[in-house]
């Protein structure tokens, strides 16, 4: 048995796992890489202008482009807000603003004793 108690299959089921998800990446990059070109390949054979291709591998290329810069954009604001977090742990507790002074408690509306008048 191993030291942390998990079995053979447990190693081998986390060993594929962790190889599954890159390796599928890979294979599903070089597949739309391969198929961009085809399709490019296909315009320009059929049209006997590679200035049809052109644009379309641009276009691609401006989609990949618009994606990956926004992702980008996201992971620096979200690292923007991981880092003011890690500023605010850093610091620690704050202390609690005292709580402001409240008003004299208000007029019941009913004189004192001395004033009234007895019916």
Do not use: C, H
Request: no cysteine.
């Amino acid at each position: 048995m191993n030291k942390d108690n998990t079995s053979g299959v447990e190693t081998l089921k986390s060993f594929i796992g962790e190889l599954a998800r890159p390796f599928a990446i890979y294979v599903t990059s070089a597949a739309a890489a391969a198929a961009t070109v085809k399709i490019a390949w296909t315009i320009a054979n059929k049209t006997d202008d590679f200035s049809a291709a052109a644009i379309f591998i641009t276009a691609i290329f401006g989609g990949l482009a618009g994606l990956y810069g926004f992702k980008a954009w996201e992971n620096r604001g979200n690292a923007k807000a991981d880092s003011a977090v890690g500023v605010a742990v850093a610091n620690g507790p704050q202390q609690a603003a005292a709580p402001p002074k409240s008003d004299p408690p208000a007029d019941d509306g009913e004189l004192p004793l001395s004033e009234r008048i007895d019916p």
